[in-house]
């Protein structure tokens, strides 16, 4: 019978967790939709920017007072990493903390050396994981819940005015871009400088624009609005792939447990068979040895 009473607690146990999950699941498949719709209807847009500034972006050679083209060697570096608040969302969040670990070794081991790597953490768990390693600029959590693109912008602002004064050599993010519910990749891009095309784009891109108002205003303009959007459009695919990550791992915990509770219930009902069995013939036993 004590066997019986400590599987009844383990199918108690797994079922109160394949509620928990069961209800993980749901929230977080509300949220990954809203966040999906965000995302596809953001990238069009950034994309059109972007395709704008490579296409034109032969300018910023001949424009002397553009410092956010200007490319310099990285003695200062900043990472943005953008993780979650929360986990339970499979490895998005070990894949950001192995990818920066692995782009600092990689790339900035020296300058790291020297003291000049800072991290930008959007989101707690990047700031557990990597703030013991690394030295932190700035921690924000709050972005996760509500990204507002005043606070981002912000953020944009202020790195692009330590980058203009040399404050700042390099500004690198790392985040999860969002390709479906089940499927988020790593990625790695460099916010500042702007990097300029390739030839190969600057052959197929280049167009004969005629400038109104002139090139240099232009730049001036575009530039800063881009790179907000671009700072912006990588926190959004972010938390849409945390919420399909975590949907996702919620809906394989769910299946996990509804396989253990069928185990565990024919186990149950096998040892229960048993113990009636051994029951049954424990009074026939007697009735028999009475009768003798």
Do not use: W
């Not at 695919?237 to 919620?250: N, P, Q, V, Y």
């Amino acid at each position: 019978m004590g066997n019986l009473k400590e599987i009844r607690t383990r199918i108690s146990s797994i079922e109160s967790t394949e509620k928990i999950t069961g209800a993980m699941k749901l929230v977080s498949a509300a949220k990954f939709r809203r966040s999906q719709q965000a995302i596809i209807a953001l990238r069009p847009y950034s994309n059109k920017l972007s395709e704008i500034m490579r296409n034109i972006s032969d300018a910023a050679n001949t424009v002397e007072d553009m410092p956010l083209f200007v490319q310099r060697p990285a003695e200062k570096v900043v990472i943005i990493a953008i993780t979650s608040n929360k986990g339970l969302c499979g490895s998005f969040n070990s894949s950001i903390v192995k990818e920066a670990h692995k782009l600092v070794k990689d790339k900035y081991d020296k300058q790291l050396q020297n003291g000049n790597v800072q991290f930008i953490f959007l989101g707690k768990k990047g700031k557990e994981q990597l703030g013991k390693t690394y030295p932190a600029l700035l921690t924000n959590e709050q972005l996760l819940d509500k990204p507002e693109f005043s606070e981002i912008a912000s953020i944009a602002e202020d790195l692009m005015d330590k980058f203009a004064k040399k404050e700042i050599d390099r500004v690198e993010i790392i985040y999860n871009q969002f390709v479906n519910a089940a499927t988020q990749r790593v990625t790695v891009e460099q916010f500042l400088p702007v990097a300029a095309p390739t030839n190969t784009e600057n052959n197929k891109l280049k167009n004969d624009y005629i400038f109104e108002p002139s090139k240099e205003e232009l730049f001036k303009t575009l530039t800063p609005r881009i790179l907000k959007l671009q700072l912006y459009k990588t926190l959004i695919d972010s938390i849409a792939s945390e919420h399909g990550a975590r949907m996702t791992s919620m809906s394989k915990a769910t299946d996990n447990a509804n396989e253990m509770l069928k185990e565990l219930r024919l186990k149950y009902n096998n040892a229960r068979q048993s113990a009636i069995t051994n029951e049954l013939i424990e009074i026939v036993s007697g009735a028999e040895a009475l009768n003798n």
